[in-house]
């Protein structure tokens, strides 16, 4: 199973190696406006990640897993 910081790296390799028409070849997206919002997503999704240390992100997730739980 991937660690947090295993899982960020791996997105942001991806967002480094790749181009929005890879991103829609790995999701079987067809090239359109819906693709396009979804890659914009994803290249914030990335940014804000990296707006975070590992451990406040294990610490984030372990507190949102605790408040599921109740």
């Given at each position: ?50 707006e975070f240390d590992s451990d406040s ?14």
């Amino acid at each position: 199973m991937y660690t947090l910081k295993s899982f960020v790296q791996s997105l942001n390799t991806f967002h480094w190696k790749t181009d929005y028409k890879q991103f829609c070849q790995v999701l079987n997206l067809d090239k359109g406006q819906y693709s396009l919002q979804k890659y914009h997503h994803f290249e914030n999704l990335c940014k804000a990640l990296n707006e975070f240390d590992s451990d406040s992100l294990a610490k984030l997730v372990e507190a949102g897993a605790i408040a599921e739980q109740k």
